[in-house]
């Protein structure tokens, strides 16, 4: 019984120290001494079943990576992250010459993509107890589970006050850059009824349009000379039904015109204003047909 109970206990202790962060000084002759703190995670696909998480701060720059992930030469790699069962975020880097390790560069929200810092991703390494890692690609797919215990020591003896500043600094600055954005929102809405109002001041009103194709009937290119409407009124009614219909989902009509769909017979359409954009082609749900005095009568 005493037997078993030291393996168990071996195997606990194993197992934990796999979860546990770890922080070391490396000795690198070109970069000198630095700090490096690291985790080992589980779960994967054999022979990539035992990933590292791994931050370190050389002379230049911070490098955070994770090694053994899988064959990260694919295009399209991507880490999706998951802290305590419950925040997600999203990450992008560059693979590594041996193609089994990527570098984060990015990191994001999960669902709206808002770019964040990688000090953002140390924060939550610090503060969380848990962590899950799906990496994808276009050849790989591999999912890890990884412990925080003592990630908070660990991290700080590698970044020291880095963290909070540069992710305090990164608030302090959201709400400038939220301004900048509702900014350039207004400008651009602005710019759109300027130019619908430019374009407006040039228009008819819907009536003359009207009146004026129940006048001279017309393709969209050109009059058609010597046709006539039989129904003029009825004919203008139903049109404008139609109209009333469509300047809901499409705007504001600038053009009514016929086009020929088969010999002797035309169909309705529109042309719309909406958002600086003109939308040509909009049926009109209406067909005519012509007869042998030239005249358009409306087939129902």
Not at 123 to 135: A, G, V
Request: with cysteine; glycine share 6%; net charge neutral.
């Amino acid at each position: 019984m005493h037997k078993k109970l030291s393996i168990l206990l071996s195997i606990l202790s194993i197992g934990l120290s796999a979860q546990t962060w770890t922080s070391s000084v490396v000795n690198d002759p070109w970069d000198g001494d630095y700090q490096i703190a690291f985790t080992i995670g589980s779960g994967g696909k054999s022979p990539y079943a035992n990933p590292v998480l791994r931050i370190e701060k050389p002379t230049k720059g911070l490098n955070i990576y994770i090694k053994n992930l899988g064959y990260t030469g694919c295009d399209n790699n991507l880490l999706e992250f998951i802290f305590d069962d419950e925040r997600k975020y999203r990450a992008r880097g560059t693979s590594s010459t041996t193609q089994d390790a990527i570098f984060i560069e990015t990191f994001s929200t999960y669902e709206n993509k808002e770019s964040l810092t990688v000090y953002h991703l140390l924060n939550e390494l610090t503060k969380s107890s848990n962590l899950q890692i799906r990496f994808t690609s276009n050849c790989s797919l591999n999912t890890f589970s990884f412990g925080l215990s003592g990630s908070s020591r660990a991290v700080f003896s590698v970044l020291s006050k880095d963290i909070i500043f540069t992710k305090t600094q990164f608030f302090d600055s959201r709400d400038e850059r939220a301004k900048i954005k509702s900014d350039s929102i207004s400008k651009f809405k602005e710019t759109i009824r300027m130019k619908n109002d430019s374009i407006k001041s040039t228009l008819k009103s819907e009536d003359e349009i009207l009146n004026d194709f129940i006048t001279n009937p017309c393709t969209f290119n050109e009059k058609l000379k010597g046709f006539v409407f039989n129904e003029k009124e009825k004919i203008q009614l139903l049109i404008e039904k139609e109209l009333s219909f469509n300047t809901r989902d499409y705007g504001e009509i600038v053009k009514i015109y016929i086009e020929e769909s088969s010999p002797g017979f035309y169909r309705l359409y529109g042309q719309y204003l909406k958002d600086a954009e003109l939308k040509q082609g909009v049926s009109l749900y209406k067909v005519f047909q012509i007869n042998k005095l030239n005249q358009l009568f409306l087939l129902e």
